[in-house]
C-alpha cells in the first residue's frame, strides 16, 4: 500500500486528501473560507489567515498512524510565468513540515493540474492524463479553455491556453448575480438549484464570444435590472445560468473544430452545476466532489510522479 497525502489552499477552500493509488482509497477533508454575508470574496491576507487557522483542524480528521509516501501541494493558480497568490503559501508551510517529519518527497504542481487530476480520477477517466484532450476550467477565478498533453515529472500536464474570458470569470459573474439576490458566497450551487427550478424556458443574453474567447460584461447590470423589475429568484437565476452555458458552448464548439475527435474535460466549482451539464451534455465531467476546489488532484498527482520515479 502506497498513500499520498495532498495540499491545497485556493481563495475559497482550505483542502487536504490521503489518496492509495494501489485500491483507490481516497480521504478528502475540505472547508469553504468564510466570506461575511453580502461580500463577494476575500483580500488574500485574510485568506492566508483562515487558511493556517482551518489547515490544523482538517489534517487531525485524517485517518491516524498512517505511512505517507509523498506529500504534493499546489503552489500556484496555474503552470504560467507570473501565475502566482499569496494564499497557496499557507498550504506550501504545512506541506513542508508533513514532509520532513514523514522523511519523505515533496513534490510541488499547480491549482488548474490539481484540478484536472480530480476531474479525471472521479470521471474513472485517469487514462486522460496521458493523451491530449480539451479542458474547461470553469471555477469562481478562472474561465479557461485548454488543450492539454501529457508533461514531464515536474510538470504533468503541458496546458496551452486557447481561450477564455476577457472579463469577469463564469464562477464570478454567478456569485456576484447570487450576492446581488441575497444569496451567501459562493453563490453557484444554490444558484443552480434555483435554475433547475424554474419552469419556463430560460432565456440566455447574447453575449459577446469571438473563437475562443468569451466576455460576461454587461450580464452583471441586466441581472440588476432583473432585480428591480422584481423578477423572481428562479427567473434571474436561470437567465444567468442559461448565459454562461450559452457562451461556454459556443466556445466550446469553436474548439472542436480546431482539434476534432479530442475529449473535452470539465473541472472546477462551476462544472459541477448540473444546469451547464444538461447544456453541454457530450463532455466528460466527475461527481461534484471532485469538480470543487479540492486537494484530491494534488493528492494523485503526487502519487503518479512518486511512482514515475520508481520506476513502475
Not at 486528501?17 to 483580500?43: I, S
Not at 434555483?194 to 452583471?220: N, R
Request: net charge neutral.
Amino acid at each position: 500500500m502506497a498513500l499520498f497525502l495532498g495540499f491545497d489552499t485556493s481563495n475559497y477552500t482550505t483542502s487536504v486528501a490521503l489518496y492509495d493509488d494501489e485500491t483507490g482509497r481516497l480521504h478528502p477533508c475540505g472547508r469553504l473560507l468564510p466570506v461575511e454575508k453580502g461580500q463577494k470574496g476575500l483580500r488574500q491576507s485574510d485568506a492566508v489567515f483562515h487558511h493556517v487557522k482551518q489547515l490544523p483542524e482538517l489534517l487531525g480528521q485524517l485517518p491516524k498512524g498512517e505511512k505517507i509516501s509523498a506529500v504534493g501541494v499546489s503552489i500556484r493558480p496555474r503552470d504560467a510565468e507570473g501565475s502566482y497568490m499569496p494564499c497557496f503559501l499557507s498550504g506550501l508551510a504545512a506541506a513542508h513540515a508533513a514532509a520532513y517529519a514523514a522523511n519523505v518527497p515533496l513534490y510541488t504542481f499547480s491549482h488548474q493540474a490539481g484540478h484536472m487530476a480530480a476531474a479525471a480520477l472521479g470521471a474513472k477517466r485517469l487514462d486522460l492524463l496521458d493523451v491530449p484532450f480539451l479542458a474547461w476550467h470553469l471555477s469562481g477565478g478562472t474561465t479557461e479553455l485548454l488543450h492539454v498533453c501529457p508533461g514531464d515529472a515536474e510538470m504533468p500536464l503541458r496546458v496551452t491556453l486557447l481561450g477564455g474570458t476577457t472579463d469577469l470569470s463564469a464562477g464570478q459573474i454567478i456569485d456576484r448575480a447570487g450576492v446581488a439576490m441575497g444569496l451567501p458566497f459562493p453563490a453557484g450551487p444554490e444558484m443552480d438549484r434555483l435554475a433547475l427550478s424554474y419552469p419556463g424556458i430560460a432565456e440566455a443574453a447574447p453575449l459577446w464570444t469571438k473563437e475562443g474567447q468569451l466576455s460576461f460584461s454587461g450580464l452583471e447590470n441586466k441581472v440588476l435590472e432583473k432585480i428591480e423589475r422584481g423578477e423572481g429568484k428562479e427567473a434571474v437565476a436561470a437567465f444567468v445560468m442559461a448565459s454562461v452555458a450559452r457562451s461556454v458552448l459556443r466556445v466550446t464548439q469553436w474548439a472542436r473544430k480546431q482539434y476534432p475527435g479530442l475529449p473535452l474535460l470539465c473541472s472546477g466549482g462551476v462544472a459541477s452545476s448540473r444546469f451547464l451539464r444538461q447544456k453541454l451534455s457530450d463532455a466528460v465531467y466527475s461527481p461534484a466532489k471532485f469538480s470543487a476546489d479540492n486537494a484530491i488532484g494534488v493528492a494523485v498527482l503526487t502519487a503518479r510522479r512518486f511512482q514515475k520515479e520508481a520506476g513502475q
